[in-house]
């Protein structure tokens, strides 16, 4: 009995709080774009340049929130489990419909990072596939 209690409890929280994926032809997704800057000290390095607009869409109920990990295992690009840190560039706090934000190397001291979006809508979140930027050329 305490077997099959515990796999309902076990199969709740893997359905009541489960991520769906967000398709990249979604036009929450194609809103966000990441360009290099080149960097003014360094010439083997790129800075990154992230915005995002959303100017065009009506986001009445949803919530539009893009995360930033840099990553220390570079080698494995989006696969990579060596985190530094996570950085919301955009999240329910800072919510702008138009905007960019510099991620710059010396100051997140990594060699790359990986980014996605996240769209929660009725309390169902949808995520991006992480995407890979390196800032070394």
Sequence with gaps: MKKVLLFGIFLF???GFSQ??????DAV???VKIENLQDPKLDFINNAKISWDFSSLDLTNK???????TIYDCFNRE???DFKET???LNKENFTKQGSRD???VELM????KWRVVLVENNQAKVSDWSYFSFLK
Excluded: P, R, W
């Excluded at 769906?20 to 032809?25: A, H, P, R």
């Excluded at 919530?63 to 990990?69: A, G, K, N, P, Y």
């Design 63 to 69: 919530t539009v929130s893009i995360e930033v990990v």
């Design 13 to 15: 929280f893997q359905y």
């Design 110 to 113: 990594a060699k790359c990072l």
């Design 79 to 81: 696969n990579a489990s």
């Design 87 to 89: 950085i919301s560039v």
């Design 103 to 105: 991620l710059i190397h």
């Design 20 to 25: 769906t994926m967000l398709d990249k032809n």
């Design 29 to 31: 997704f194609k809103g």
